[in-house]
């Protein structure tokens, strides 16, 4: 147990589906972040939230929607997903600025299948 | 920019042999870097650290040593174990930035 929650731990959806992905995190952070983990890819940051300030966006496609309503919660809202949007989904969080080590935590990751 | 090569995998190991995972990056500045180790079904867990040069990390038995001159961080574990099966992560973060850049990961297997 690392202090991050995720869930669904598995997701199936169709292209015209509409579902989000929740992530918590209980280690008192102040930064929280979403991956993207491919086959034979290496991690893809996809979004930076430093603050409950969006600091990072990493040419993500407009059809990932991230939300993060406080230091404690992360979402990521997805809405007319393509196959090639199936992996897995790793939120991560650390403590960022003065004292901090930014040391990334992350959770289990959504298992996200596109159909 | 910054970047991490890591050793293509996989890797198939007897019990108690030895391990070494290269690593080798690309940073500005004096980056901290990180192994992660991923077991099988679950996220990304931090396996050991270090933030400037000469600074051995270690955790269960792994160590890495971080070495300015080479641009190196090799994982090394001297009597692996079937529970040591699983994916290793190499990444560096520079001083001030959000982003961790990973390599691909190396595949562990174990076997008795």
């Known amino acids: 147990e690392t202090g991050v929650t995720q869930t669904p731990r598995h997701l199936v959806m169709g292209m015209t589906n509409k579902k989000s992905l929740k992530c918590e995190q209980h280690?008192?952070?102040?930064?929280m972040y979403w991956y993207k983990q491919s086959a034979k890819k290496p991690l893809e940051l996809m979004f930076v939230?430093?603050?409950?300030?969006?600091?990072e966006n990493n040419s993500v496609p407009s059809r990932f929607s991230p939300e993060c309503p406080n230091s404690s919660h992360l979402f990521l809202h997805l809405h007319t997903l393509q196959p090639e949007d199936s992996a897995l989904y790793l939120c991560?969080?650390?403590?960022?600025?003065?004292?901090?080590?930014?040391?990334?935590?992350f959770g289990a990751g959504t298992r996200l299948s596109v159909l | 920019g910054d970047s991490v090569t890591q050793m293509e995998g996989p890797v198939t190991l007897s019990e108690e042999a030895f391990l070494t995972i290269n690593c080798t990056y690309t940073?500005?500045?004096?980056?901290?870097l990180f192994w992660y180790v991923q077991y099988p079904g679950e996220g990304l867990q931090l396996l050991l650290k270090a933030t400037k040069a000469d600074d051995k990390g270690s955790n269960k038995g792994f160590e890495a040593t971080y070495r300015k001159e080479t641009t190196s961080f090799h994982l090394e574990k001297g009597s692996v174990q079937v529970s040591d099966s699983a994916v290793y992560f190499c990444a560096l973060i520079s001083t001030g930035a959000n982003n961790l850049f990973f390599g691909t990961g190396t595949r562990l297997t174990v076997i008795p």
């Open positions: 939230y430093s603050l409950e300030e969006r600091v």
């Open positions: 940073a500005t500045g004096y980056p901290s």
């Open positions: 991560a969080s650390s403590q960022v600025g003065t004292g901090g080590k930014n040391i990334q935590y």
């Open positions: 280690l008192g952070h102040n930064a």
